[in-house]
């Protein structure tokens, strides 16, 4: 699966989008990219995934580049409860795949 | 619809003892990841099974953890002989199909005194 680069930490304010890069550059053109993220010591929760084009579902919007080489989460009015460590990952779907977590973004969200 | 559910929730356990860890996945899920989550730590991949099959326990330790799925019941994670190392919190995850999105149960916090 391909390495992906996310900055450690971000702030938002409330009711404002946040925006989470991420960047992965070695992608395969058979590996999508995933969004987890994990709320405290919770279990981790399921985003959104896209291969190339961009997607939305009710919780967020992910955006690929065109070369697939990054991409942005989009949480368009973030909340308290979206304070959280969020991951991207790439892997190949429709196959055995392990999920290997990096150390993510720490999303904190503020009044 | 219920979600992934384990069991139990938080577990402790004196060293020498033996841990066993439950995941029922979600309904119509047939495959079961196991992670590992070491305090201050990220998600560790540790075994990923189907019905009675292990497919990949590339990152299980190699002694003294097990992993099951048998053809009725949940998914079982053993862990014999537990140290203080082992505590940690483990989680399981469920997909429909192999390499389909994985959805996670909310983990069992193992302590070991």
């Known amino acids: 699966d391909a390495k992906t680069t996310q900055p450690t930490s971000m702030d938002c304010a409330e009711g404002r989008a946040a925006n989470l890069p991420c960047n992965h550059s070695?992608?395969?053109?058979?590996?999508?990219v995933y969004w987890y993220r994990q709320i405290h010591s919770q279990g981790p929760q399921y985003i959104i995934h896209?291969?190339?084009n961009n997607e939305t579902n009710e919780m967020a919007s992910l955006i690929i580049t065109e070369d697939r080489k990054s991409s942005t989460l989009i949480l368009p009015h973030a909340t308290l409860r979206d304070t959280a460590v969020y991951y991207c990952?790439?892997?190949?779907?429709?196959?055995?795949?392990?999920?290997?977590f990096g150390t993510g973004t720490r999303l904190q969200v503020t009044l | 619809n219920a979600g992934v559910m384990q069991n139990p929730r938080h577990l402790v356990r004196r060293r020498g003892q033996e841990a066993r860890l439950r995941c029922s996945p979600m309904?119509?899920?047939?495959?079961v990841y196991w992670y590992r989550q070491l305090p201050e730590e990220g998600l560790k991949f540790m075994v990923y099974?189907?019905?009675?099959?292990?497919?990949?326990e590339s990152g299980m330790p190699k002694e003294r953890f097990s992993a099951e799925f048998p053809k009725e019941g949940p998914s079982i994670l053993r862990i014999q002989q537990v140290v203080r190392g082992d505590s940690a919190a483990y989680f399981c995850?469920?997909?429909?199909?192999?390499?389909?999105?994985?959805?996670f149960g909310p983990g069992t916090r193992l302590t070991v005194l």
């Open positions: 995850a469920s997909s429909q199909t192999g390499g389909d999105t994985q959805y």
């Open positions: 070695t992608i395969s053109g058979n590996e999508y």
């Open positions: 896209g291969l190339k």
């Open positions: 990952i790439v892997t190949v779907t429709g196959t055995a795949s392990k999920l290997t």
């Open positions: 309904k119509g899920h047939s495959h």
């Open positions: 099974l189907q019905k009675e099959n292990i497919i990949d």
